[in-house]
């Protein structure tokens, strides 16, 4: 093959990895713009009134439906954790989906009626369902606050070229230490590795948070159902104080905040914060399909690939300087790809197959479960230190 079919099949190759990306940000666009236009002022829907702590108090009793004196009224429209929330525990229409961690919190807070318990129960085992087939593809294909993250660093990237090479310093300092933790992480425990520690003592303190205080505590600051208006958090309070609630316009400082978090790393508020995604994380572990894996002999980071024509010339740490791990450096949630680390936390964005400039990952249709890995893990670890 001569060196200009060469290049005529990097070039078709290169474009079809972009149209993956191309195809992922314009679902991830339709799915922002369905969560926070308000869609619910077309099929004549429940409104909400948005006031501010600096307004007069709400008033009304949720029985009367009366009108809320606020600055405007907003029609309470879809939310991730609950498709078509009525009232608290009313799932209506859209019990068939409803986001396993937002699910699981209302359900321990027990303020679920018999009615419903069923229903609720399937919407969240339907979307467990679904993670277990697909992985993680709810925060990079479809959580809006994700989409604002990922706008938020691609604008870094681009505009603020300082900012972006001290993320990718610390980016850089943070892969060596955990390196030099992982030789001397717990010798019995499967996930030291995993990062996220924040996330998921946050998930298991909303949960015995929402069984204790009977109502689900993390959604009243969640940044998802704030960007997407669904609402739920204040709609659940309603059922302890009988008082229709106002979504404050200063709530908004929680998604701000979260987005800005990234100043400091790309996606810190998604891989250190959400309990959400830690929540999904654990599912993903389930999940046997569509994960992505370092082939050794054309990974750059491992040698010199075999069909590397500058062999010969003895260039590989040239090369090997330039890539720096581009694969992991993209990934959302740092996941050691070079190494074959865990893929449960994986959201199958594939961004590590796109960058990666010598087709050295492969994404296999169907593998084992990170699940399977980690419980035979425990178990040599468990007889060895025991023998």
Not at 49 to 72: D, N, R, V, W
Request: glycine content about 6%; proline content about 5%.
């Amino acid at each position: 093959m001569n060196s200009s079919k060469i290049k005529n099949v990097e070039f078709y190759s290169s474009n079809r990895k972009k149209r993956i990306r191309y195809f992922r940000w314009t679902v991830k666009a339709i799915f922002l713009m369905i969560f926070i236009v308000p869609v619910a002022y077309l099929p004549r829907g429940q409104e909400l009134g948005l006031s501010s702590f600096f307004s007069l108090e709400a008033t009304g009793k949720i029985a009367m439906f009366t009108t809320i004196e606020s600055f405007f009224m907003v029609p309470i429209t879809e939310s991730p954790c609950s498709f078509n929330l009525r009232y608290y525990g009313d799932i209506a229409p859209g019990f068939w989906l409803m986001e396993p961690f937002g699910g699981l919190q209302v359900l321990v807070s027990g303020q679920v009626g018999r009615t419903f318990l069923i229903q609720t129960v399937v919407a969240v085992l339907f979307f467990v369902a679904l993670t277990v087939i697909f992985g993680n593809v709810f925060c990079s294909w479809v959580c809006p606050v994700g989409t604002l993250i990922d706008s938020f660093d691609k604008g870094i990237e681009k505009f603020f070229p300082n900012l972006e090479a001290k993320r990718v310093q610390r980016w850089t300092r943070r892969k060596e230490r955990k390196s030099e933790k992982s030789k001397l992480g717990c010798p019995v425990c499967p996930l030291h590795k995993v990062s996220g520690l924040w996330a998921h003592g946050i998930l298991a303190s909303a949960v015995i948070g929402s069984a204790v205080f009977k109502f689900p505590v993390f959604c009243a600051v969640c940044p998802i159902g704030i960007v997407s208006r669904g609402l739920v958090h204040f709609k659940s309070m309603m059922s302890i104080t009988q008082v229709w609630m106002v979504w404050w316009l200063e709530m908004l400082a929680v998604p701000i905040v979260a987005t800005l978090l990234s100043l400091r790393e790309k996606r810190y508020w998604c891989k250190r914060i959400c309990p959400v995604g830690a929540f999904l994380g654990l599912i993903g572990s389930l999940n046997p399909f569509i994960k992505p894996r370092v082939k050794d002999d054309r990974c750059i980071m491992k040698g010199c690939p075999e069909d590397c024509k500058g062999s010969k010339l003895d260039i590989c740490m040239l090369c090997r300087s330039m890539d720096d791990n581009k694969c992991e450096k993209v990934c959302p949630v740092d996941i050691d790809l070079v190494n074959h680390g865990s893929l449960a936390r994986c959201t199958k964005c594939m961004e590590c197959y796109i960058v990666c400039d010598y087709d050295a990952i492969q994404i296999d249709s169907v593998r084992k479960p990170d699940i399977i890995q980690s419980v035979k893990m425990l178990v040599n670890r468990l007889r060895k230190r025991f023998s």
